[in-house]
């Protein structure tokens, strides 16, 4: 056999095992190759989107922690503003019946000093009486002479 027989059998042969890969193997694999390079750009793009999601996510929730916070002052101001005002109530009704107290005490006291100058003033008229009997060395008639007793009664 000659050489050049051999080289451009093996380049016929050559030619058609290119022609049959180009035909029936290359296909295959460049589908394969497409596909996967097509779900690596959905993944990065899916991973894009899961990014920002996050991004948004937590921008959201930086957000409603701050709102809460914020809503919390709130709350915790009205509380203490209330609790205050619950305080200055309390002392009000405080001071209403301290001056209640006060004012039923002076009447307890006006009413005591009453009594106490009503028996002195029958006291009085007793040792008048008394006085009057030793002095006239007779007995006065407590029963004839009750309207001038207390008359007089009423003058001390």
Same mark, same amino acid.
């Given at each position: 056999m000659n050489i050049n027989a051999t080289l451009i059998g093996q380049a016929i042969w050559f030619a058609l095992f +290119? #022609? #049959?890969c180009m035909k029936f193997v290359w296909p295959p694999i460049s589908r394969a190759l497409d596909e996967r390079k097509q779900k690596i750009a959905e993944g990065l793009s899916a991973a894009d989107r899961a990014e920002r999601d996050l991004e948004l996510a937590q921008e959201k929730a930086s957000a409603n922690l701050k709102e809460a916070k914020d809503k919390a002052s709130e709350i915790i101001e009205q509380a203490n503003r209330r609790a205050n005002q619950i305080v200055e109530e309390a002392k009000d009704q405080a001071r209403t019946e301290g001056e209640r107290l006060i $004012?039923? $005490?002076? /009447? &307890? %006291?006006?009413? &005591? %000093?009453? *009594? $106490? *100058? &009503? !028996?002195? *003033?029958? !006291? +009085? /008229? $007793?040792?008048?009486l008394s006085g009057a009997e030793k002095v006239l060395a007779r007995e006065v008639n407590r029963d004839s002479h009750k309207q001038l007793l207390d008359e007089l009664a009423a003058q001390l």
């Open positions: +290119v #022609f #049959f $004012a039923k $005490a002076q /009447s &307890e %006291i006006d009413q &005591e %000093i009453n *009594r $106490a *100058r &009503e !028996e002195l *003033r029958k !006291e +009085v /008229s $007793a040792l008048a």
